[in-house]
T-cell receptor, first 116, second 115 residues
Framework: KAGVTQTPRYLIKTRGQQVTLSCSPI?????VSWYQQTPGQGLQFLFE???????NKGNFPGRFSGRQFSNSRSEMNVSTLELGDSALYLC???????????????FGEGSRLTVL | AQKITQTQPGMFVQEKEAVTLDCTYD???????LFWYKQPSSGEMIFLIY??????QNATEGRYSLNFQKARKSANLVISASQLGDSAMYFC????????????FGQGTRLTINP
């Protein structure tokens, strides 16, 4: 069974540009969440999608956005990149239905973004 | 707001020894879940063990066990018979049942197993 797949694995951008990261969850998983990991701030929750709807959002500026498609694949976008956006962006999926408790999250290997 | 504290930035342990990684949490919600994840240098977060706030017994998964002390709000991870492959970052995390898939992570502990 294929795991969570994130693309691209590595990318380099310059300040002011925008970036789109993609996440394909494990087949059958309907919940997808995104996390940002930096050495200074650690792992921080960005947002979560379930059945194409954003269900939770972390404390990030509006430059960070995401969406989920009908096949549960998800993308996140960061516009007007800043140096501080350099991070490992992790996507996680879970087999969870609306209203149930949190289950095990399966993470991808992440997309490492460097902003110059 | 909920918070996870891991007070050990780094730990060094001899192979085959047992190791305890500390985790304390703070929440006023009576319903929550506690997780431990391992992150090797590849970046992927690997699920190790889960403990629900209403679980009466400590969770165990192979060489991993979670020492859950609810009154002290601690959820320490115990790895028995450590192996070289256990060298990695370890994160404690908490979710609130109402918060679904949102996890709050601690700062992590870097574990190094020496041969």
């Amino acid at each position: 069974k294929a795991g969570v797949t994130q693309t691209p694995r590595y990318l380099i951008k310059t300040r002011g540009q925008q970036v789109t990261l993609s996440c394909s969850p494990i087949s059958g998983h309907r919940s997808v969440s995104w996390y940002q990991q930096t050495p200074g701030q650690g792992l921080q929750f960005l947002f979560e999608y379930f059945s194409e709807t954003q269900r939770n959002k972390g404390n990030f500026p509006g430059r960070f956005s995401g969406r989920q498609f009908s096949n549960s694949r998800s993308e996140m976008n960061v516009s007007t990149l800043e140096l501080g956006d350099s991070a490992l962006y992790l996507c996680a999926s879970s087999l969870e239905t609306l209203g149930e408790i949190a289950g095990e999250l399966f993470f991808g290997e992440g997309s490492r973004l460097t902003v110059l | 707001a909920q918070k996870i504290t891991q007070t050990q930035p780094g730990m060094f342990v001899q192979e085959k020894e047992a190791v305890t990684l500390d985790c304390t949490y703070d929440t006023s919600d009576p319903s929550y879940g506690l997780f431990w994840y391992k992150q090797p240098s590849s970046g992927e977060m690997i699920f190790l063990i889960y403990q629900g706030s209403y679980d009466q017994q400590n969770a165990t998964e192979g060489r991993y066990s979670l020492n859950f002390q609810k009154a002290r709000k601690s959820a320490n991870l115990v790895i028995s018979a450590s192996q070289l492959g256990d060298s990695a970052m370890y994160f404690c995390a908490m979710s609130l049942f109402k918060g679904a898939q949102k996890l709050v992570f601690g700062q992590g502990t870097r574990l190094t197993i020496n041969p």
